[in-house]
């Protein structure tokens, strides 16, 4: 493993450090195949599960201004429902009047039940290196971890559904900025690779329904769970583009764009990744 | 919400997309929807080096929006290659080679122009992220071809150090919707750091040719 560089060195690195601890002869593989590995040598168990709990004790806690839990939060299957919740997002919300995914649908429950200020909710919504997960990392990750085994069923119903849906899609092919990167630059072929690691094609239902049901995840690299939202805006800064907004209509648009097409695919998130 | 007016959408440049968002959403459109470019815009926000001056698309990214199958042709086509040509610069000096040994650093670094990196640090080429070079670097990605051997299969023609130019200044000279960055053309890369990246390809003592 000689002469890495740039911004991959965080996986690199684990790479090597899996590649030596279990004897792998690491330049005959991808970056996948030693993953893959690594998922396995864990077995069922997930380090997310921890977070996932951290998420559960923060869901039934009484928090913020009024003092009240999330457990009568409305994920779209009726107020406190969260089992295959999940599933079934992004949708259109009418008490909102907007399509919300997840993080932006717990940002409006903690403004709702537990009077938290909205711009506070999601001021600070991924946790930095080393840092404890935030509530909407450990709240995504026990949310997702309740639709495990539920096929993936993102509504296209309201005509706001099918406008988010259109957003994202136009979006995926918008090339902008520097270096002219759409996310079709890197994800619209299948069987490619960037360095060692394998892209998923996201216009192909096989790999988009593998990418959707796995997020949130578990970052290896990273030591924390991080969301979809934070997948989005991860790909946007490699982009060169200017800062994904949180709870924005491309993130959201995206994110339904992405679970259309894994429709059918069982959740299986938080998953394992790099 | 969130729909496209049609309005908006007959008048966008990125036709072909713009047709079919409109064919699907135009019965929900609603007069107050917004238009594409401006839910975009409303989706981002300044940070560090990265402005919103980078939503705005010239021309070629706003016909390249659109999926492989669906890139111009023809006149279309045409006009996006001969304005790519037109703003090709050559070295000043007609020196197309640098040193390989910077050449193959800009290869390896992935770094530059995201709002994580520091503006004060060179830009990297990340040539390796999509191409095979040197023999023994393993670790390249595939979405581009292969350049194992460039020089040594090609020569050093005055014809062909004139299209490697060109390719790496603005690929879409050659393929309209190129995915590949336009390292001189956007600024991406100065002068000195393509000679040097030149010079990793057609060096017979760079790694790329053993």
Redesign the interface.
């Known amino acids: 493993m000689k002469k890495m560089s740039g911004m991959r060195w965080p996986a690199l690195l684990a790479l090597t450090i899996m590649g030596c601890a279990s004897g792998v002869v690491v330049a005959q593989q991808s970056d996948d195949d030693i993953f893959a590995e690594y998922r396995e040598m864990f077995g069922d168990d997930n380090p997310a599960e921890l977070i996932e709990w951290q998420g559960e004790d923060l869901w039934k806690e009484a928090r913020g201004p009024k003092q009240a839990s999330l457990e009568q939060c409305d994920l779209g299957l009726g107020p406190g429902v969260v089992d295959g919740a999940y599933a079934q997002l992004p949708r259109f919300f009418a008490d909102a009047g907007r399509v919300m995914d997840l993080e932006s649908r717990l940002v409006y429950c903690m403004v709702e039940l537990q009077g938290f200020d909205k711009a506070e909710a999601a001021a600070k919504p991924y946790s930095g290196r080393g840092e404890e997960p935030s509530a909407l990392e450990a709240l995504s990750a026990f949310i997702a971890g309740r639709s495990k085994g539920t096929p993936v069923a993102v509504p296209q119903d309201h005509p706001a559904e099918r406008a988010a849906f259109e957003l994202g899609k136009q979006f995926f092919y918008l090339r902008a900025g520097p270096h002219d990167f759409s996310c079709a630059t890197c994800h619209s072929q299948s069987g490619k690779r960037i360095r060692l690691q394998a892209l998923p094609n996201l216009t192909a239902s096989e790999d988009a329904r593998k990418a959707f049901s796995t997020w949130p995840g578990y970052r290896i690299s990273q030591g924390t769970v991080r969301t979809m939202e934070w997948r989005m805006g991860d790909c946007a800064r490699q982009q060169r583009l200017p800062e994904m907004k949180f709870g924005s209509d491309v993130a959201i648009g995206l994110i339904t764009y992405l679970g259309v097409m894994a429709e059918g695919e069982p959740m299986d998130a938080p998953g394992l990744k790099r | ?4 007016g049609w309005v908006k959408c007959v008048g966008a440049a ?1 036709l072909s ?2 047709l079919v ?1 409109c064919a ?2 135009a ?2 459109a609603q007069a107050q ?1 917004p238009s ?1 470019d401006d ?2 815009k ?6 560090g080096q ?3 001056d ?4 010239n021309a ?2 706003l016909a ?5 199958d669906q890139s111009p042709t023809g006149d279309a086509a045409k006009a996006i290659q001969e304005q790519a040509q037109a703003r090709v610069v050559f070295p000043a000096d007609g020196e197309y080679f640098g040193d390989w040994k910077a050449g ?2 800009i290869a ?4 530059g ?4 990196d520091d503006p004060a640090e060179p830009n ?1 080429g ?1 040539c ?3 191409h095979q070079m040197a023999p ?8 581009g071809p292969s350049l194992k051997g460039y020089g040594k299969l090609r020569g050093t023609s005055d014809p062909m150090l004139q299209y490697t130019w060109t390719r790496l200044w603005n690929s879409h000279v050659y393929n309209v919707c190129s ?1 590949m ?2 390292f001189g053309d ?3 890369l100065t002068e000195q750091q393509l000679k040097d990246v030149m010079a990793y390809l057609f060096d017979p003592k760079s790694p790329v040719n053993q």
């Open positions: 919400m969130r729909t496209f990125v997309t713009a968002s699907s959403t019965a929900d929807a594409f839910a975009v409303s989706s981002f926000k300044e940070r990265a402005g919103m980078r939503l705005n698309r070629m990214q390249c929006s659109v999926p492989a193959e650093k390896q670094t992935g770094k122009m995201q709002y994580s990297g990340n390796y992220a999509c023994d670097e393993i670790a390249y990605g595939t979405l995915h960055p336009r956007a600024g991406i």
